[in-house]
């Protein structure tokens, strides 16, 4: 019985570890706020206390909007900022009912690469695509992308993006 639970939770242990094993596969893309296109700036719905703006590659944004899937080497990249607040921490909003950026405190990578799923647990598979996170300046996050890939895992039928259609106007 012991060693069942011990070759069980060594199991869970690889798994987790080859989710998170490939994570410097994705570079942080230089360039990318003049280079790819803004397709979408809006209040992150996962996020209450966040702002989101929307990047894409020229490859990612061609096969959008040609209806086809994204190819391998597709980039998605959001500029995270946190919402500016009052004196008692709430989240203040403009007469439009929307958040007001403040503070630019992350770069979230989306990214396509070729069996890049297979390292990963299929709970946590968004096919090919991987994430990685990054400070203003860079500098990788020691995030836990594992939050990421759950997040975005049962979207399959939007190629695991929430702004798939948006993308593809």
Same mark, same amino acid.
């Given at each position: ?5 011990? &070759?069980? !939770?060594? =199991? ?6 080859? &989710? ?9 893309? /230089? =360039?990318?706020? /003049?280079?790819?296109?803004?397709? @979408?700036? @809006?209040?992150? #719905?996962?996020?209450? %206390? ?16 040609? *209806? ?9 990249? *959001? ?5 500016? /607040? %009052? ?9 439009? =009912? ?6 630019? #405190? &992350? #770069?979230? #990578? ?8 297979? /390292? ?6 968004? *096919? ?9 300046? *860079? ?8 939050? !990421?890939?759950? !997040? ?8 695991? @993006?929430?702004?798939?259609?948006? @993308?593809?106007?």
């Amino acid at each position: 019985m012991l060693v069942r639970c011990l &070759a069980a !939770c060594l =199991g869970v242990f690889v798994l987790a570890f080859a &989710a998170s094993a490939d994570e410097e596969r994705i570079s942080f893309p /230089t =360039g990318y706020a /003049t280079q790819f296109e803004n397709y @979408l700036s @809006l209040d992150r #719905v996962q996020n209450p %206390d966040q702002i989101i703006r929307l990047f894409a590659n020229d490859k990612a944004l061609k096969a959008a909007r040609q *209806g086809r899937e994204l190819p391998n080497g597709s980039v998605l990249v *959001g500029e995270i900022y946190k919402a500016k /607040t %009052d004196a008692e921490g709430n989240v203040v909003e403009s007469p439009l =009912g929307r958040r007001i950026r403040d503070k630019f #405190v &992350a #770069v979230a #990578v989306m990214e396509k690469g070729e069996g890049w799923g297979e /390292t990963i647990p299929k709970a946590m598979r968004n *096919g090919d695509w991987d994430f990685a996170i990054f400070s203003p300046d *860079g500098e990788r996050l020691n995030k836990d992308l594992n939050a !990421c890939r759950s !997040c975005h895992a049962p979207h399959a039928k939007t190629q695991h @993006l929430y702004s798939l259609q948006h @993308l593809a106007r």
